[in-house]
């Protein structure tokens, strides 16, 4: 039972680029989250999904795409990133009252 | 929407020292989530509270919900080295993500 994990841990994007951070988890949570981490803000909330076939957008959502194919499965698409992406992502996955986290990635956009 | 508000943002504390950190909420709350994070790590699950006057404690770590379930305490007694990381409280909305402070950094001197 590896939990929630996360790929890349790092990554360098220059201006404009695309990339697709990746999130799986193997419980079988229903509820899956996207969160950045910038200093000073705590954790803010991008994209969720309430189950396969269903997202929705949080506080953040501009400049990201998300898709929920499978329950395990939950990419975040940054379809064109700018220095104002530059943060730590954290991908969680919850059922009932447990909410666990993935290691996160680090990405700095130049 | 719901807001968390952390108090202190920050806290410098000696070895062996008591401390607390507060976290209050706009709004009545359906159950509240502690974790921890290390410097540049993910963030590990504390406890979480539910009902109106709760307190959970694990290792030198309590917690309480008030009664009114809008503000949460998070006490450490004889603080240690291994204490030290950032500290998040988060609001359950029910079903939905979680809703995150911006969080307490502790810093534990000897």
């Known amino acids: 039972n590896a939990g929630v994990t996360q790929t890349p841990k790092f990554q360098v994007l220059k201006t404009g680029q695309s990339m697709t951070l990746q999130c799986a988890q193997d419980?079988?949570?229903?509820?899956m989250s996207w969160y950045r981490q910038d200093p000073g803000m705590g954790l803010r909330l991008i994209h969720y999904?309430?189950?396969?076939?269903?997202?929705d957008q949080g506080e953040v959502p501009n400049g990201y795409n998300v898709s929920r194919s499978t329950t395990e499965d939950f990419p975040l698409r940054l379809l064109s990133a700018a220095p104002s992406q530059t943060s730590v992502y954290f991908c969680?996955?919850?059922?009932?009252?447990?909410?666990?986290f993935g290691p996160g990635t680090r990405l700095t956009v130049t | 929407s719901q807001e968390l508000e952390q108090s202190p943002q920050s806290l410098i504390v000696q070895e062996g020292k008591n401390l607390t950190i507060n976290c209050t909420s706009s709004?009545?709350?359906?159950?509240l989530y502690w974790y921890k994070q290390k410097y540049g790590e993910g963030l590990i699950f504390l406890m979480m509270?539910?009902?109106?006057?709760e307190e959970k404690s694990h290792e030198k770590i309590t917690a309480k919900l008030d009664e009114k379930k809008q503000q949460s305490s998070l006490h450490i007694t004889a603080s240690q080295p291994s204490h030290a990381g950032i500290y998040l409280c988060g609001a359950d909305k029910g079903n939905t993500p979680l809703v995150f402070g911006k969080g307490t950094r502790l810093s534990v001197i000897a």
């Open positions: 709004k009545t709350l359906y159950g």
């Open positions: 419980m079988n949570h229903e509820y």
């Open positions: 509270l539910q009902k109106g006057g």
């Open positions: 999904s309430v189950g396969a076939g269903i997202t």
């Open positions: 969680a996955s919850r059922f009932a009252y447990e909410q666990y």
